[in-house]
């Protein structure tokens, strides 16, 4: 590849990862709820997911999952069931007459944030999915594991800049600020985002 070729794609996979999703949506939601370092704890989950995702789509775990389908249907289920509870948890919120910023975080001990972060994207089938997608686009079949391991640490650094970026950008008190003037309708939003991300992994059918 050039080097225009691989800035377009490095930008094109941050594009795609700072879309709404499940990942984007709970840092975001955690570094405006309990604070940056809350954000920050859970967007590394986020990255440890994805790197675990990475890593095993270069080792060939891709073609395994789809050889053996079974691994692949208890992952989407337990991935949709969690994404419908948080879009269960969101509408609640968004029904409560409570301020949805103050009092100390609920989510549990750093390592508790954290690793609610990891099963976001362990639990999220698309996530291996696109890396191994992402492999057989950018490489050829006879690769390397030198051209591996660049390619997924040249895509790994856009995951970090967007995800670390995201939880620096909604701890700011502006940001906040104009959550709480309009938290039912984020907590709405966030509730029809993840509920329709669950159903659409419940929905999703792999072609054998």
Known sequence: MSGFELAALWFAWALAGASPGPATLGIASTSMAHGRRSGL?????????GATWGIAAALGMSALMMANAWVFEVLRYV???????LAAKSLHSAMSDKP????KARSGT????YTKGVLV???NPKAILSWGAI????????????DL???FCFLYSGGVVVFISYAFLFSSQKVVQGYTRARRSFEGAFALLFGAAGLKILTTRVVA
């Open 110 to 113: 750093p390592w508790r944030i």
């Open 41 to 49: 704890l859970f967007a590394l989950g986020i990255l440890t997911g």
């Open 100 to 103: 949805g910023l103050t009092g």
């Open 135 to 146: 492999y057989a686009i950018a490489l050829p079949p006879d690769a390397s594991g030198s």
């Open 79 to 85: 991935g949709a069931a969690y994404l419908i509870y």
């Open 149 to 151: 391991a660049f390619m």
């Open 121 to 123: 994207h362990l639990t």
